[in-house]
């Protein structure tokens, strides 16, 4: 066991949450809070992370608000932020790609760290070993089509390729209305597919940048697509667990 998780649970107080925005989809939300439970290295109950889960499906949603001119879905996420602020949270991690668009609005109105899931995946992509090359993009159409993974994976060095306008709505937004929509069953083949349309196109990488879409592409059947991904799920609690680390806990007590 890490030595730096025994100083996890001496240190942190009842009061010292990571909040999770969810309900971005419902099943998105659920499966990061069970994530970051699988990923965390514990080997007993209380050496895991405290978290509080707010699963709202209310929030309108983002793609609709922002390539359509749908419902803004900014209130209601900003009352998210406020109720786990409200709540103790001391991080606060968002399980949807295209909330992030949003995401200098809710890092300015929260109290907290609002953990960043575009750069999240960045971090992924080098630790495992994916440090430049041509990356394989999957995501929502507002996702893909306003450049959300392309800004910031470029900034890192990263060429991107980017799915066709029918691709995005046949293969990725198949999969993930197929997820949200509780047919989880009839979501792999879509998503499949689109993987190995961006592997032939010279991709040496694929991000799951919709968290419906890990959901569609389960662990036991990534091995046998052929291509490295980087799951937007995982790359978050990744990265909401390395703020529990040491230097993390050391800034907490000099703050206290």
């Not at 709202?56 to 879905?73: E, H």
């Not at 799915?163 to 997820?179: G, K, Q």
Request: aromatic residues 6%; proline residues 6%.
């Amino acid at each position: 066991m890490p030595p730096w998780f025994h100083r996890f649970v001496m240190t942190h107080t009842d009061s010292c949450y990571l909040g999770i925005l969810g309900g971005m989809g419902p099943l998105a939300g659920a499966a990061f809070a069970m994530r970051l439970a699988a990923l965390t290295p514990a080997s007993i109950d209380q050496q895991h992370i405290p978290a509080l889960l707010l699963n709202d499906p209310r929030i309108p949603d983002r793609s609709t608000a922002r390539l359509y001119g749908g419902a803004d879905p900014w209130p209601a996420m900003l009352r998210g932020i406020r109720t786990l602020n409200n709540a103790g949270a001391k991080l606060i991690a968002v399980p949807c790609n295209t909330a992030h668009l949003w995401y200098e609005q809710m890092a300015q109105a929260s109290e907290c760290e609002v953990l960043h899931i575009i750069e999240a995946v960045a971090q992924d992509l080098k630790r495992q070993g994916i440090t430049r090359g041509r990356v394989g993009l999957m995501g929502t159409a507002a996702t893909l089509g306003l450049g959300l993974y392309q800004q910031t994976l470029e900034k890192h060095g990263y060429t991107c390729i980017v799915p066709t306008e029918e691709e995005i709505d046949t293969l990725c937004m198949a999969s993930i209305r197929a997820v949200k929509g509780n047919q989880v069953e009839e979501s792999f083949a879509p998503a499949a597919e689109c993987i190995e349309r961006l592997r032939t196109r010279g991709a040496d990488a694929v991000v799951l940048g919709c968290t419906e879409l890990p959901l569609a592409v389960p662990h036991a059947l990534r091995k046998d697509l052929g291509i490295p991904l980087t799951d937007s799920i995982d790359a978050l609690a990744l990265a909401a667990i390395a703020h529990f680390q040491p230097h993390h806990l050391e800034a907490e007590a000099l703050s206290a």
